[in-house]
Structure formats: structure tokens, C-alpha cells
């Protein structure tokens, strides 16, 4: 029961560090000039601070005082990873550096790319390794090997960029976000990882505490200081949690990882696969993400942003499920959920292309 007042207590002081620091990160953005003019591609009406991510870091930081002030299992267990703790804090302040260059002077896609590697590396060194793999069939975890550096590095990257890209309407970054970090602390929570329950409820109580600024009609933007910092935290939890773990947590590379994080990676690949077959750079700018075709299917914002929460939440809720199964049971019904998943995208398509046709019949 102590363990379980500690998680609530974690979570709640995020959330309401991140409330109450949400009116400072918007007096700062006007300050610094990190003001998000309106243009043809976006989708808010008027300039809006997008300086959201300093309130949202910071709420995530405040948690790991109170734990030093406690003497329980839980804080204990804190106390022994400060090594861990401290390297990711080290790569959330870089990365938060680099989104709020971006937000003030504006960066080039390929130097972010670049500096985000050099963060990547660097986490890597302090301790968040992808050493093994459990097998889905059961049988022992794959090693990695010498290709621990470069799988990390691409999954740290890759999911740091796709929550990124998903970041395109009021409250969308946070929602899912709060929606795949919940997800995570029940799995690890019933595994006994206390660390990860730990990250994963400060994440969520950041994110929801500066939701409610963010929800349409948003009054501050996380812009890259918040996205690229939340999509770094994601995915170095996932590092310790989804991989290396064992039977007793999250398990599979097919699986569990897939299924919890398939929102942002669809999102990703998708519009990434539309700008080559364009012929476009891939860090081209555009209407083509997932919540801009929910906009023009007739939704407004909050319908977009509840509809895609809805999406994150079953995922969310289908990875607790298949953590608690044994590898061939996790592909049976990560088998099924991928058909019904394709199946739904495939109704979607037709839906958007009569509507495209109904367009052009009317004009």
C-alpha cells in the first residue's frame, strides 16, 4: 500500500508542477520570442507561445525531490538508480537546450537530427542500452551484441521524432502521451519495476497537468522544447522497461513495443512514405499527418484529439493485456488486433476518398 501512495503522490506533484509552471513557460515565451505565428499548414488563428515544454520538464524534475525527503521502498529503490536518473535528466536538458533554440530561432532539420544522435550517444553511454530482446516464441532473449549501440540509437531517435511529427493539434502530444506513460506504470507495476513506474507516472502527471492549458482551444503550444523532451523520456523508458526486462515485464519486439507505440511509428512511417513517394525531402513540412485528415474529414479539434486519445488508450490497454501473456498467445492476439487495425484503416481510406470525390463533384 506505501508503494502505491508513493506512485500517487509522484503523480500528482507532476501534475500540478506542470499546471501551475504552464502561465511561467508562456510569460517566458513571450519574453524570448518563442510566439508560433499562424500560416497555411497550421491550425490555430492566432500567434500562441509554444514554449510548453519548460513547464512540462520541470514538472517531471519535481517529483524527485519529494522522494528525497521520503525513506520507503519506493524512494529507496529511486535513490539506488540516481546514476540512471541523473543521465536521463542530462539528456531531457540537452534535448529541452535544442527545442528551445528551435522554438526562438528556428533550426535546420538536419542539425536537429545531428544533435539529437550526439543526446542518443550519449545516453547510451550513461546506461540506456537495448542489450537483448525477449523472443516471442518463449524461448531465451536475443542477444543484440555489438549492435546494442546503433538499435538504440535508432529507436531513441525514432521515437523522439515521431512524437515529434504527431505534435500538430491542441492536446495531442500530451494526451497520447499521458495515454501510453499510464499504460506503461500498470505494466511495470504489476512487473514490481519500480524505477520505470516511477518515470512513467511523472511523465503522465506532466503531461496532464499541462493539458489543461493545452486543450483546444490551447493557450500555450509544447512546441519542440516539449515534444522532442517527452519523445526522449519516451523512449528512453522504453530502453529499460520494453527491452531487456525478462518474462516479467513487457516482452517481444513484435509485440508489446509495437502495439504500445503504434500511433506515433503509424503516424511516422506513413507521412514519411506519402513525402518519398513525392519526391519531397522527408523533413518536409505538410498536411499529411493523421490529424490533419481527421480536420478535413469535418472534426475539429477536440473531436481529432479525443478520437486519436481513444486509439492510444486501446492500445495502451491491448499492451497491458498481452504483458501478461506468453509469447505465442502475444502474437495470436496481436494477430487478430492487426487485422481489425487494418481493416478499420482501410474503411477510413475509402471514407476520405468519397468525401475527396464528393468535393470535386460539387466544384
Known amino acids: 500500500m506505501t508503494s502505491y501512495k508513493t506512485y500517487l503522490l ?6 500540478m508542477g506542470a499546471f501551475w509552471l504552464t502561465p511561467f513557460a508562456a510569460w517566458l515565451a513571450y519574453r524570448i520570442g518563442a510566439i508560433d505565428l499562424p500560416n497555411a499548414r497550421k491550425v490555430h488563428a492566432r500567434p500562441t507561445p509554444r514554449l510548453g515544454g519548460v513547464a512540462v520538464v520541470l514538472g517531471f524534475c519535481l517529483p524527485w ?9 519506493v524512494s529507496l529503490a529511486f535513490q539506488n538508480y540516481e546514476r540512471l536518473f541523473g543521465t536521463l535528466l542530462l539528456g531531457v536538458f540537452a534535448m529541452l537546450a535544442l527545442g528551445v533554440y528551435d522554438d526562438c530561432k ?9 544533435a539529437q544522435i550526439v543526446i542518443a550517444l550519449g545516453l547510451w553511454i550513461g546506461g540506456f542500452r537495448i542489450e537483448a530482446i525477449d523472443n516471442p516464441w518463449g524461448l531465451e532473449a536475443i542477444e543484440v551484441g555489438v549492435f546494442s549501440l546503433p538499435v538504440t ?8 521524432n515521431a512524437i515529434n511529427l504527431l505534435d500538430g493539434i ?3 502530444v500530451a494526451g497520447v502521451t499521458a495515454c501510453i506513460a499510464l499504460s506503461l506504470a500498470v505494466i511495470n507495476a504489476l512487473s514490481g519495476n519500480i524505477v520505470v513506474t516511477l518515470l512513467t507516472l511523472a511523465l503522465a502527471g506532466a503531461c496532464l497537468g499541462f493539458l489543461a492549458h493545452n486543450h483546444a482551444p490551447a493557450h500555450i503550444f509544447l512546441g ?3 515534444s522532442l523532451c517527452i519523445g526522449l523520456v519516451l523512449a528512453c523508458i522504453g530502453v529499460i522497461s520494453i527491452f531487456n ?12 513495443p509495437l502495439i504500445l507505440f503504434s500511433l506515433p511509428l503509424f503516424d511516422t512511417l506513413r507521412v514519411m512514405v506519402i513525402r518519398l513517394s513525392r519526391g519531397v525531402s522527408i523533413f518536409q513540412a505538410d498536411r499529411s499527418h493523421v490529424h490533419h485528415r481527421l480536420l478535413d474529414l469535418g472534426m475539429n479539434h477536440r473531436q481529432a484529439a479525443w478520437t486519436l486519445y481513444g486509439v492510444a488508450g486501446s492500445t495502451g490497454l491491448l499492451a497491458i493485456v498481452l504483458s501478461l501473456l506468453d509469447g505465442v498467445q502475444q502474437i495470436i492476439v496481436s494477430a487478430i488486433f492487426g487485422a481489425l487495425a487494418v481493416g478499420a484503416y482501410g474503411l ?14 460539387s466544384s
Open 10 to 15: 509522484v503523480l500528482f506533484i507532476a501534475a
Open 224 to 226: 519542440d522544447s516539449g
Open 348 to 361: 477510413w481510406r475509402i471514407r476520405v476518398r468519397r468525401l475527396a470525390e464528393e468535393d470535386i463533384e
Open 153 to 160: 540509437v535508432l529507436w531513441i531517435v525514432g521515437v523522439t
Open 106 to 114: 528556428g533550426a535546420d532539420a538536419s542539425k536537429k537530427f545531428i
Open 65 to 73: 525531490i519529494a522522494l528525497y525527503l521520503l525513506r520507503n521502498p
Open 245 to 256: 526486462q525478462g518474462r516479467g515485464a513487457a516482452s517481444s519486439i513484435l509485440t508489446v
Open 170 to 172: 491542441d492536446g495531442l
